[in-house]
């Protein structure tokens, strides 16, 4: 069995291409994660999963479960639509890279040269709302502090800090579209304090949407442009872009949310998001996706940098992008600041990627060097080039349970049996 393309509203799906023992992986251990996966569906706290896993680049295992639409009963299939939230930025920071590789910039250049708006940039002091008091930053934001996430910036919703708490003032709502184009954000941006230094920490922020913006600038083209031509277009990413064109609505999973009484998946009042062009192209949260689609990118970078005769990046610039890069070989967890409850011990940072160091650290059974990224809703992928296994996981679940990442990693290992 293969992956096929169909014509029509129902395009790409994911199906088996070789039986789990050709590749090394125990089929009836495999079960196990999809068991798992199903009592989370059960009990009310995932509406729905897909699950796919991939070595040497082939799939060797496709398990669906629940429901796309609660409502209609629809279940998920494997063309269901998702929304990926920051699995965008990935595609992003790809984008980034090969402008890179044609010379446009250079990864320590000021990002002030290319976007004025982050000229003489403040950094946040003391104090809160109209206290609020900031110093002039010693360094510029340069673009390997977007890359890594050590720009200072920082994201509406991690209810934190002072600088958090004015970007909300400023009218960036947590998880909501933002209301303007990608220019006059990034313009509004640069009128807000950093949360430190630039490269002094990590922080997890709005750093991917302003390098979409950069991409935009340096190539002349809308981030949905460049993306459809340079990328998307290229790996035969045919369901994936900003938002979902009308022929496909009923293609996509509904967007859920925990009730907050009773922690059941409800439906979330966001679930309009992706169905119609939003204002702002948002590259660091603002695509939707399938498993078929987003197993082609990861398949191009497992590949190190090219898919079926189309090559994206050099192997070198890959190499560099999935490597650690926050000083000293630090780690998440010692480097950076709390991203809610996620777990970030053993994890580096690399251009783009969340990067494994320390497999003991990370009390994991992953290989060092792996790497990945999820979403808001609860998506996840990760690369292991060491066993050349892909992961892909979906879902449709606002603020998913917390444990069910780390939990995903053993399900997937323990079946590996060579």
């Known amino acids: 069995m ?41 009990d009310g706290r995932l ?13 060797a295992h496709v398990a669906t479960y ?5 409502d209609t009963g629809s279940p998920v299939e494997t063309d269901t639509v998702w ?39 403040r950094v946040y002091s003391r104090g809160a709302g109209p206290t609020l008091t900031s110093t002039p930053a010693r360094e510029p934001i340069r673009i390997w ?17 002072p600088v958090d708490a004015a970007y909300r003032e400023a009218g960036f709502e947590p998880f909501a579209p933002m209301t303007e184009p990608l220019a006059a954000v990034c313009d509004r941006l640069g009128g807000l304090p950093l949360l430190f230094e630039p490269g002094s920490e990590w922080n997890y922020s709005m750093a991917t949407d302003v390098l979409g913006r950069l991409v935009e600038v340096i190539s002349g083209q809308s981030l949905d442009a460049f993306f459809a031509e340079r990328i998307l277009g290229l790996l035969g990413m045919v369901d994936t872009g900003f938002w979902t064109p009308p022929e496909k609505h009923s293609h996509m999973a509904v967007l859920c ?32 996706s399938t498993a078929g689609d987003y ?3 990861t398949r191009m970078l497992l590949n190190q940098g090219e898919l079926d005769g189309v090559r994206l990046l050099a192997p070198r610039t890959v190499q560099l992008m999935t490597r650690n890069h926050l000083p000293g070989g630090a780690e998440i967890e010692t480097f950076g600041r709390p991203l809610f409850d996620a777990p970030h011990a053993g994890y580096g940072f690399g251009l783009g990627f969340q990067v494994l160091v320390d497999p003991v650290g990370a009390r994991s059974l992953s290989s060092a060097g792996e790497y990945g990224w999820g979403g808001a809703a609860g998506t996840e992928f990760w690369i292991d080039p060491t066993q050349e296994l ?17 939990q995903l990693r053993q399900l997937v290992y323990q079946a590996l049996i060579r």
Do not use: W
């Open 2 to 42: 293969s992956l096929t393309v169909e014509s029509g509203p129902r395009t790409r799906t994911v199906q088996v291409e070789v039986e789990p023992d050709e590749v090394g992986l125990d089929a009836q251990r495999l079960q196990r994660a999809d068991r798992h996966l199903a009592r989370y569906v059960d």
């Open 47 to 59: 509406p729905n999963s897909l699950l796919v896993v991939s070595r040497g680049g082939k799939i």
């Open 66 to 70: 629940g429901k796309r639409d609660p």
């Open 83 to 121: 929304r990926i939230y920051s699995m965008t930025k990935p595609i992003t920071s790809v984008a980034t890279m090969m402008l890179y590789e044609e010379g446009a910039f250079d990864l320590l250049d000021p990002l002030e040269r290319y976007l004025p708006a982050f000229a003489d940039m």
């Open 145 to 161: 502090h977007l890359l890594t996430h050590t720009s200072g910036l920082t994201y509406s919703f991690m209810f934190a800090n």
């Open 257 to 288: 949310m925990p009730d907050p009484s009773t922690g059941r998946v409800v439906r979330s009042p966001g679930d309009a998001r992706g169905r119609e062009r939003p204002v702002c192209l948002s590259g660091g949260g603002g695509l939707v």
């Open 295 to 297: 197993h082609r990118f």
């Open 390 to 406: 892909i992961v892909l996981f979906f879902t449709q679940l606002l603020h998913p349970p917390s444990p069910l990442r780390t």
